[in-house]
């Protein structure tokens, strides 16, 4: 009955506000949404808290990889647990190695410039007296600072630097979280099977389940377990007797002398600039836009629930302060569709590797651990002062040949089962510049360059420039550098960044990419090139207000999807989406974020498609409440998929989620948290999205009959 009457409402509640949306036009909502932002910036007071901060921007960032190619393979749950684990044990500044102050890269609140100022300052004048010394330090602004406060502190403290053997086994943190999700609708996937008919079901039932048991001692030492069942998949039975369909584990330590580290289980690798080997969510073009380099840990544990993302066995760090050796190796399944050259079974190979780690049909079953993965490397890394020169080697090995599909697009593909790949990088830091490449190669000749460029022109102007060249038939199975598209191979581009902050309380930002593809790509029949472009201003006059308007303009070639005739021709398309952003703290407890967003697609001499999409969210946080609140109410309509739009949402504890919105409707979700004791926390979220324009919602065995998506996900977490 509850259900029903909330639905009634909100479904009043929409109806209503997109006959407002109609009778306006997109400039009465521009002028509307502007006067509001400065009928708030005339209320604004000077708080002490941040409204978003490194949080906001790491969500950002997360929502631009995601649109770029829908990849949600990043290790999400990583660059929580290294915000939690700094903000519980800040990094000494006075003691800090470089290798110590890497997360701050990872998590993209310093660069390596910023980096190496703090040292060198430190090493001409001594330790610092006080975190407000950071003032003094070279291409540190004071939004850097800001940023870097929570992780970090100023003492004469050296028990973090001599840390026992038995405080990291005794003293650290134990927490077991477990996790529940479900779509309320009946999925076709999930409906009896009409008689006589061969359709597929999936075997196993709706929920959605995630379990994860870890205990950690900083950054230093961690070991844990995590398990996942997807919806679909079964449970204890059937072809799931031992349970999670998936299963991660890992033993991680990290030192200060000549061991640096070392991880056995499940862990993630990071060489040069990714063009052999980089794990996590990698480097692309943001709003960041000088975020293009590789920083952070060579070695880290992995924690995510990605199936194929990651290392599975021994990996170790060695050496000393100017030179560092890196050895892994790796065996495990992995997912394939399977294909026979006869009707026997026999010279039997797959079609493709990976997948999206989904077992929920029989087929899906089928293709399960299939082929035999191992892996072998080593990376060294040779430090003349400034100037750091690297080298790299990976050889593969398959069970069975990966060969997929003849088509013309993918002729210069891998095939073949087993594949080794060497490559060199640089990285050289000289005051504001910093210089940093990777060139590799595989075992058949097929080529990669990638070099860039950082310089703090000045405290108020950072540049950032990236040149590379992929070559057509390079191939690199665990690649993940700088890219337009989701794979190194078949493209070449320049790309160039700048950040402008010309008062305290403005930043102007942005880049430009001109990229090609000198062969065929999917979907596109004959050599391409585009280019992109990203412009933001940003105004934040004191901690408690952010508002931020950004265009976006993609141009680049596919085929004609309206072509009748019988060979492929190419045009040109253009995607530009306009974006205004607020972030308010009206009061220490209470943060409003607005959002209201226009996308613009055409095709050729296509008609446009118009997208727009609002949402106002509410978050309420007070100090020392056990209970925490988050909600947001969301309006999109857009003509087509192509005008789609996508928008970071909150989620539970290591969850995220980065819907693309398109057709018409309403979406809103509510969060709560609450803490029943110290070491106790509850998360509860309800989501549900209502079309105006639909009777069906996806396709396939995931089809639902009506006009409604609802989700309801549950969480707990002990912490001892």
Sequence with gaps: ?????????????????????????????????????????????????????????????????????????????????????????????????????????????LTGIQINAIITYREKLGKLISIYELQAVPYLDLASIRM??????????????????????????????????????????????????????????????????????????????????????????????????????????????????????????????????????????????????????????????????????????????????????????????????????????????????????????????????????????????????????????????????????????????????????????????????EGAIDDEGGKALLAGMLISIDPKVDLAVLYRNYGRDFHSLYANSFAESSTTDNESGMYSGIIIRPSRAWTISGYVDFFSKPWLDYGIDAPSDGVELLTQVTYKPNRSLEIYARWKNESKQQNATANEEPLDYLVNTSKQNLRFNLSYKISPAFLIKSRAEWVFYKEGEQDVQYGFLAYQDLVFRKLGSPLQLTGRICLFDTDDYDARIYAYENDVLYAYSVPAFSDQGMRFYAIARYTVTRGIDIWLRYAQTYYTTLNVIGSGLDEINGNTKSEIKAEVRFKF
């Design 1 to 109: 009955m509850l259900h029903h009457t909330a639905f009634r409402f909100f479904s009043n509640f929409y109806h209503s506000c997109m006959m407002l949306l109609h009778n306006l036009q997109h400039h009465q909502l521009m002028i509307i949404l502007c006067l509001t932002c400065l009928l708030i910036q005339f209320k604004v007071q000077a708080q002490i808290t941040n409204p978003g901060g490194e949080e906001e921007k790491r969500e950002d960032y997360i929502e631009q990889l995601i649109e770029k190619d829908d990849n949600t393979g990043g290790d999400y749950e990583a660059i929580i647990d290294l915000d939690k684990n700094l903000r519980e044990r800040p990094i000494n500044l006075n003691t800090a190695t470089e290798e110590d102050l890497k997360p701050l890269h990872e998590l993209a609140l």
């Design 148 to 437: 870097i406060i929570p992780y970090v502190s100023v003492g004469s403290d050296i028990s973090e630097v001599q840390v026992l053997p038995k405080d990291l086994l005794l003293k650290g943190e134990y927490t077991l979280l477990i996790r529940a999700q479900q779509l309320l609708e009946e999925q076709k996937g999930f409906t009896p099977v009409d008689s006589g008919s061969t359709a597929s079901r999936y075997l196993g039932s709706q929920l959605n389940l995630y379990t994860r048991f870890r205990y950690q001692y900083g950054t230093k030492f961690s070991y844990g377990i995590t398990g996942q069942k997807d919806a679909g998949e079964e449970f204890f039975k059937g072809s799931q007797k031992q349970g999670f369909d998936f299963y991660s584990f890992h033993l991680y330590y990290r030192g200060n002398n000549f061991l640096k580290a070392v991880a056995l289980g499940d862990y993630e690798l990071k060489f040069g600039q990714g063009l052999l080997v980089a794990s996590g969510f990698g480097v692309s073009k943001s709003s960041l836009v000088t975020s293009i380099k590789y920083g952070g840990r060579t070695l880290r544990p992995y924690t995510s629930v990605n199936e194929f993302n990651f290392f599975r066995g021994g990996a170790a760090v060695v050496g000393t302060e100017n030179i560092s050796l890196t050895a892994f190796a790796s065996s495990k399944k992995i997912d394939g569709n399977i294909g026979t050259v006869d009707t026997l079974g026999e010279d039997v190979f797959v079609t493709s590797i990976g997948g999206d780690g989904l077992h929920r049909t029989t087929s899906e079953v089928e293709n399960k651990n299939t082929v035999q993965q191992t892996v072998t490397g080593a990376n060294a890394d040779f430090r003349i002062r400034s100037l750091t020169l690297g080298a790299s080697a990976i050889y593969s090995k398959y069970s069975v040949p990966l060969i997929p599909s003849f088509q013309p697009y993918n002729q210069f593909k891998f095939r073949g089962d087993q594949l080794t790949n060497f490559g060199i990088h640089y990285d050289w830091q000289y005051r504001n510049f910093n210089l940093f490449g």
